[in-house]
């Protein structure tokens, strides 16, 4: 799907051939892999700052807004967001491609389709804003970008589970099923994640108790883990499809 997307074998060249399953494990090893980095990095050199809480009670683990913010984190980070965002605009692209082949003559999953659309290019920009936009440098700016990422995410996720959903009730390939399956597990869990990781926010803010900021970062973590989770979901949607960067032949140039 991807190849058509992207190029017609009788028409153009390839210069570079991938399968999206390495494509798709490739984008979300990206962050995953910075992230780990940049979790161990500031427990391991930036304990004391990156634990550090306003009330400062006793806090082990760092948020992931303090994880990011000083260097090298900080430009670990960056490279790996700045890596991984351009391929998913294309995934979020192909996505609306096939949804449109699925859902042809039917006018609310198209529309849908068009909102989950919209909804994964700002959940991939507000990624990239709260990412180039540090708490430390300029809180508003980071906190708005979080709050867009969170909200475009969870309403992607929704979207998503319901047009599978719709596609499931009809005949799918045991890869499709399996997808989702697991797109619906993984955004209970992320709800539930993002749930809990508000209330331990709000608790600590309100009462200041030890530990309390350490639940938050741990229920942080899993609300981005799962995120991660559900795009490789993709591994499945496409998983005989290839993505394809290829030129016109020389007969066709003019």
Known sequence: ML???LSNLDRDRPLIRVRFTTFAVATVLLPLTGLLVCLVTSLLYHYEDATYTHCQVSNYLPSISAAISRP???YIWRSC???HS???YLVAAAYFSFYRGRFAGRLLELLLSGVALLCSVAENTGLVLLTYVASTE????HKYGFIVFIACSLLH???TVRLWHVIQRHYVSPEEKTSFLWKTRLFLVNISCCAAAAYFFRRHNKYCETGVYTLFAAFEYMVVFSNM???MTAFWDFGSAQVMVATPQEDKRF
């Open 86 to 88: 351009a391929p998913r």
């Open 138 to 141: 300029a809180y508003k700016v």
């Open 157 to 159: 996720m929704l979207i």
């Open 229 to 231: 989770a559900f795009h």
């Open 72 to 74: 090298p984190e900080i």
């Open 3 to 5: 190849q058509g997307l």
């Open 81 to 83: 967001i700045g890596l």
